[in-house]
């Protein structure tokens, strides 16, 4: 089995570049995230299509995140127990769409997109802060529940856990993704049992998965770390692979340009 996380960065302006690569790629799930679209907008024929059930969840143009499996889509489950919402100044909070879980051929795949933080006075760090806290603690409930549960908790994470997975680390300097909280919050995952099992097969330094749009980032190799695949216990033992497809970061004659982040893929047995 052949497990993708994409940041896709707008389904509907890149479907092409994003089901082309599944054609090519022999991926069995592929999950998204900032899809941008609303379930109702979101192009589902294109990815069935070529075999693949689609669950998505979008409320509006921002966020969004998605599911496609060959092998099986059961069990789909918008957000998770207690998710925080966010809302503006004095505005109520409302649920975002940035958790999405399904089962598919008995893995549990959860596609995420964890909020950015913006800055390190901005509420919205906060609000990043609990939403990781609360995803940590259903992520330990689950695997309190089944030991031996394949859980695949994958996405862009918006984190940057070590210094060798930004280009530059003196350039983030009192910014977010590197913050110590972040951090940490990144690696009460691990403690919680869960495992980045595509390291080992991507080591370090210089290994991206996201360069931004301006100022040649992608051409000068100024990425960032940031979208990752962490394995309970249970899936961790069945990898058996794992690769950053950097080359779908690249721009391509003929096609709309690219997501700002390449997919991410891990082989299972």
Not at 133 to 157: F, T, Y
Not at 213 to 224: D, N, V, W
Request: overall charge negative.
């Amino acid at each position: 089995m052949r497990l993708a996380t994409w940041n896709v960065n707008s389904i509907r302006t890149r479907v092409e570049r994003v089901t082309d690569w599944l054609a090519r790629a022999d991926v069995d799930v592929l999950a998204m995230q900032e899809t941008k679209c609303t379930d109702a907008q979101f192009p589902a024929l294109a990815f069935e299509a070529l075999g693949y059930e689609v669950a998505h969840v979008g409320y509006n143009q921002w966020n969004g995140v998605a599911i496609a499996s060959r092998v099986g889509l059961a069990e789909v489950t918008v957000g998770f127990d207690g998710q925080p919402g966010f809302g503006k100044d004095d505005a109520p909070a409302e649920q975002e769409a940035r958790a999405l879980g399904a089962t598919c051929a008995g893995v549990r795949v959860w596609s995420l997109y964890v909020p950015n933080g913006r800055t390190l006075t901005d509420p919205h760090l906060a609000y990043k802060l609990d939403w990781l806290a609360a995803l940590r603690d259903n992520a330990a409930g689950w695997l309190a529940q089944d030991p031996d549960a394949p859980i695949a908790l994958v996405g862009d994470w918006n984190i940057v856990p070590r210094d060798d997975d930004v280009w530059d680390i003196a350039a983030f300097e009192g910014k977010t993704h590197v913050s110590a909280p972040e951090r940490a919050a990144f690696e009460a995952m691990i403690d919680a049992g869960f495992a980045d099992v595509v390291r080992p097969f991507t080591p370090g330094p210089g290994v991206y998965t996201y360069w931004d749009y301006t100022q040649l980032a992608f051409q000068k190799r100024r990425g960032m770390r940031i979208d990752f695949i962490l394995g309970s216990p249970g899936l961790a033992a069945r990898v058996t692979g794992a690769e950053i497809v950097k080359d779908e970061r690249r721009p391509k004659k003929g096609t709309t340009a690219p997501s700002d982040h390449a997919p991410v893929v891990v082989e299972l047995n």
